[in-house]
């Protein structure tokens, strides 16, 4: 999949949209009305986005995976009824809202865009998950949940927007003795360089920061919050062939209408695809890395 089989797809006129041949008779008529100019959609995650990333992903959720990546990530932590999950970057509803229905668990569900916890309370809400699921805002910059409040912890790319020390300080302090923390993020590979041209266009289209940890730096903070690290894995092959697959199906299902999208929709695919495409790129020069993490607070 590439940007410009996006673009040209967008830019193609159907064959029954083809301007006709000169008329036979002069005969002029009436132009139809303008089209009304569509209106900008405010903030990262308007609603076209989030109807472009539910066919991408699936319902709810922002990157690729969707619900499989999503129980693969929890099935370690041993949920069940009876366990509270803090569940970090929620996105617009599906994660929490697999974890509660598979496992009975009580999430707390955080996200940092008002938009997605709109969303992910909507989609929660008609899931009837109830008191269940609680979707709340957080501020990347200074995290803050409640101390002590679960028995298990599972960030989903916590440090795109905030400064990784602190929010590893604040994911930790909400567990509780002996509980397990589990994270996936996008991480510096060896090649990172924040100043390139490739790596700031890529930063701006994904509005995160440009200062990214590294494996070992979190593997280390890790070890020095008082956690044994029991698993790190590298999953950037798989995200990237996740990627390329969501879009191919995407793409080709499009194609098969024969009609243009709308053009809200289809600014939000340009873009969305330039985004994918900018961080495949980084990833496959070794410059991002897709990494999870699993490890036990220790007890005492």
Not at 58 to 80: H, W
Not at 136 to 157: Q, T
Not at 220 to 231: N, T, Y
Request: proline share 10%.
């Amino acid at each position: 999949m590439r940007l410009a089989d996006v673009r040209g797809w967008l830019s193609r006129r159907p064959a029954a949209e083809q301007p006709p041949g000169p008329p036979v008779l002069a005969r002029r008529r009436p132009d139809p009305p303008p089209e009304p100019e569509p209106q900008p959609e405010v903030g990262p995650w308007p609603p076209a986005r989030i109807a472009l990333t539910n066919r991408l992903w699936g319902e709810g959720f922002t990157v690729p995976g969707g619900a499989e990546d999503v129980l693969r990530l929890a099935t370690p932590l041993g949920l069940s009824a009876a366990s509270s999950l803090l569940l970090v970057g929620c996105g617009a509803g599906g994660p929490a809202r697999c974890i509660a229905t598979l496992f009975g668990a009580w999430v707390a569900g955080y996200e940092s865009d008002p938009a997605l916890v709109a969303e992910a309370t909507a989609i929660c809400a008609r899931a009837g998950l109830g008191k269940r699921v609680r979707i709340d805002a957080w501020d990347p910059a200074a995290p803050a949940f409640p101390p002590n409040s679960c028995h298990h912890v599972l960030a989903l790319d916590p440090f795109r927007h905030g400064p990784t020390g602190p929010i590893l300080d604040g994911l930790i302090r909400a567990l509780r003795t002996g509980g397990q923390i589990t994270l996936l993020a996008t991480v510096a590979g060896p090649g990172y360089d924040p100043a390139a041209e490739e790596t700031t266009a890529w930063v701006r289209l994904d509005g995160g920061l440009a200062a990214l940890p590294t494996e070992a730096f979190i593997t280390q903070a890790l070890a020095g919050r008082r956690c044994d690290v029991r698993v790190v894995e590298d999953l950037s092959t798989q995200h990237m062939h996740q990627t390329v697959r969501a879009w191919r199906g995407l793409v080709h299902g499009l194609g098969d209408g024969g009609a243009r999208p709308p053009v809200a929709l289809a600014d939000a695919l340009v873009r969305e695809a330039e985004l994918w495409l900018r961080r495949a790129r980084l990833i496959r020069a070794g410059n991002l890395r897709w990494v999870r993490w699993h490890a036990m607070a220790r007890v005492g």
